[in-house]
């Protein structure tokens, strides 16, 4: 661990976020911008910016870098692979940062899977803090998943651990159509889970163009036909997480990402897993990221922190 100031960077499909922890913890500084579109050299030139503006507004020595990503890095060529931001795939994200920041930082860059920094962060000290085993998801733009047991992350030999997320959604009903996913399958869990898969499942059902949110806000709002749509995405995702339960067996499953700010899916999903988990009572909790849309970018920053 580090003495110097620690950034972390969450790069979202739509927002972009950068902090800078003290060593102590405290959040010292704190910028959120719009994602540039589907453009690599731009999203390098929006990092390496608010970098370069949190170090003059910080005006302190040393600092290292932690960068949570929609995808991951390739153990076998150091670029990024499974992106669903998808012009960041192939490119040696690392080395283009590491050569524009390098000289200002106190450690090479550290970059993970953005689920993988969520759970990271709600492990140490958030929704999963006691728990020895915590498989982290965001559902948002995309749907990635992270494991953390007995307080490391986990990566496995490929960076795919917990990538639940292009596995087929288990259970499917014949109605419920598999579409083609970005990855090259047909049926993923994202295409069902991800805030832009569940609106286009709503609106071939429907008719109604809607985004993910504004269905959730018509379901509360009362609206019968908003309801329905927002069950039929509570079962899907009792469906994936029952087969998470069923391999890995966590002691606390913890959802991140805007659809975890649904606040009936903590009472809705567990009471729908039961009839999947190969189990007699299912006792697993599910919470929701107690450092809300930080948990992210926090984790960045405590990643770039370790040595
Ligand atoms: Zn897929």
């Known amino acids: 661990m580090t003495n110097a100031i620690r950034l972390g960077i969450d790069l979202g499909g739509t927002k972009t976020e950068i902090i800078a922890l003290a060593p102590d913890g405290n959040i ?3 910028q959120r911008v719009a994602t540039p579109g589907n453009d690599y050299q731009a999203i390098v ?31 076998a060529t150091g670029k990024v692979k499974n992106a669903n931001t998808t012009c960041l795939i192939g490119q040696d994200l690392t080395t283009d940062l590491q050569t524009r920041l390098g000289a ?4 090479p ?3 993970a899977n953005d689920a993988d920094c969520m759970v990271l962060s709600e492990a140490s000290d958030g929704a999963g803090a006691g728990f020895n085993s915590v498989f982290g998801v965001i559902i948002g733009t995309g749907c990635g998943g992270g494991w953390v047991i007995n307080g490391q992350l986990h990566r496995g030999p490929n960076a795919i651990a917990g990538e639940w997320g292009h596995n087929p959604l288990p259970w499917r009903s014949p109605q419920d159509e598999a579409w083609a996913c970005y990855c090259g399958q047909q049926g993923c869990i994202e295409t069902f889970v991800s805030g832009p898969g569940f609106a286009r499942h ?4 429907s008719g109604q ?14 609206d019968a036909t908003s309801q329905t749509q927002v069950q039929r995405y509570q079962q899907w995702l009792a469906q994936a997480l029952a087969s998470v339960i069923n391999v890995m067996d966590p002691e606390v499953i913890v ?5 975890s700010n649904w606040l009936s899916l903590y009472d809705e999903v567990p ?19 107690q450092h809300g849309d930080s948990s992210g970018v926090r984790g960045a920053a405590w990643l770039g922190g370790t040595a």
């Not at 970098?51 to 949570?68: C, P």
């Not at 929609?70 to 153990?75: C, D, F, N, Q, V």
């Not at 709503?202 to 059902?205: E, I, L």
């Not at 959802?255 to 659809?259: A, K, P, S, T």
């Open 109 to 111: 860059i550290r970059i």
């Open 104 to 107: 200002q930082l106190a450690a």
């Open 45 to 75: 030139n929006c990092l390496c910016s608010l970098v370069e503006q949190a170090q003059q507004q910080l005006q302190a020595g040393t600092y290292t870098l932690g960068l949570g990503i929609p995808g991951a890095i390739s153990p």
């Open 271 to 289: 009471k729908l897993w039961e009839q999947f988990v190969f189990s007699d009572q299912v006792s697993t909790p599910l919470r929701r990221a």
């Open 209 to 222: 163009s809607l985004t993910a949110q504004q269905w959730y806000q018509q379901a509360q709002d009362g």
């Open 255 to 259: 959802l991140g990402g805007g659809l």
């Open 28 to 30: 010292l500084l704190r």
């Open 202 to 205: 709503a609106r071939a059902a």
